[in-house]
C-alpha cells in the first residue's frame, strides 16, 4: 500500500491567495483527519471524518477554512483567503474506524504564505 | 493541549544511556497512543494502550499505562542515533469518537 498521500508536498503564495491541499487516504480506511502543526501550537486536530461525513470540526480555525470529502478515496483542506498566521505543515491522516484506532499519516504539506 | 501535557519538552542524552519521557492527562484516557516524527516528515505509529497497567514493548522501546489511565511513560534503554526525533503522545478519551488529542512533543537528540 503506497500509504496516505498528500499534495502538494510544499506550497508557498501570498496573502490573500485561494489555497488547496489535497488527501488520498489508505485504501479501505472509513475515517479521515486533518491536523495542522506549527512550533508555537503543537499538532492540532482540525477535523475528522467518518465515512466522508464531518463529523468533528471544531478545530478548524475560522470560516477561511473548509473541508471536504466528495468520496471514500479524496479529501481536501481548502483556505481562501489565506493569511500569514496559516503558515504551518498540514498532515492528513486515515484510520479504520471502529479499529485499534491507529491513525496512519501522510507525509505533510508546508504551506507558507507570504 | 491543556488536556495533555508531556514532558520533558526536550532531551539530549549521549549514546547509550537510557530515558523516560511522560505524559499525562487531565482526563481519564481511552487510549494512549505514541508516536514518532523525524523532522519534516509525517508520524510514524510506535504503539498503543488501553488498559489500566498495561505495558508494551517494541525493541529497545516500552510503553506504560498507569493504573488509572492518566499516565503513560516511554522509556528507551540503549539509546542510539536512530532514537532521535519528536515523540508524541496522542490522547483518545471517552465519548471523542476516535479523534486524538496529542501533546506538545518532546524533542530528542542522541549525542555519539
Known amino acids: 500500500d503506497a500509504g496516505v498521500i498528500q499534495s502538494p508536498r510544499h506550497e508557498v503564495t501570498e496573502m490573500g491567495q485561494e489555497v488547496t491541499l489535497r488527501c488520498k487516504p489508505i485504501?479501505?480506511?472509513?475515517?479521515l483527519f486533518w491536523y495542522r502543526q506549527t512550533m508555537m501550537r503543537g499538532l492540532e486536530l482540525l477535523i475528522y471524518?467518518?465515512?466522508?461525513?464531518?463529523?468533528?470540526d471544531s478545530g478548524m480555525p475560522e470560516d477561511r477554512f473548509s473541508a471536504k470529502m466528495p468520496n471514500a478515496s479524496f479529501s481536501t483542506l481548502k483556505i481562501q483567503p489565506s493569511e500569514p498566521r496559516d503558515s504551518a505543515v498540514y498532515f492528513c491522516?486515515?484510520?479504520?474506524?471502529?479499529?485499534?484506532?491507529?491513525?496512519?499519516f501522510g507525509p505533510g504539506t508546508r504551506l507558507t504564505v507570504l | 493541549s491543556q488536556e495533555l501535557e508531556q514532558s520533558p519538552q526536550s532531551l539530549i542524552v549521549q549514546e547509550g544511556k537510557n530515558l523516560t519521557i511522560n505524559c499525562t492527562s487531565s482526563?481519564?484516557?481511552?487510549?494512549l497512543y505514541w508516536y514518532k516524527q523525524k523532522y519534516g516528515e509525517g508520524l510514524i505509529f510506535l504503539m498503543m494502550?488501553?488498559?489500566?497497567?498495561e505495558e508494551k514493548s517494541h525493541e529497545k522501546i516500552t510503553a506504560k499505562l498507569d493504573e488509572k489511565k492518566q499516565q503513560s511513560s516511554l522509556h528507551i534503554t540503549a539509546s542510539q542515533p536512530s532514537h532521535a526525533g519528536i515523540y508524541l503522545c496522542?490522547?483518545?478519551?471517552?465519548?471523542?469518537?476516535?479523534?486524538?488529542?496529542f501533546g506538545t512533543g518532546t524533542q530528542l537528540k542522541v549525542e555519539l
Open positions: 491522516a486515515s484510520s479504520l474506524a471502529g479499529g485499534s484506532g491507529e491513525q496512519f
Open positions: 485504501s479501505g480506511h472509513n475515517s
Open positions: 471524518f467518518n465515512n466522508n461525513v464531518p463529523i468533528d
Open positions: 482526563k481519564t484516557l481511552y487510549g
Open positions: 494502550l488501553q488498559k489500566g497497567g
Open positions: 496522542g490522547a483518545q478519551f471517552t465519548g471523542g469518537g476516535n479523534k486524538l488529542t
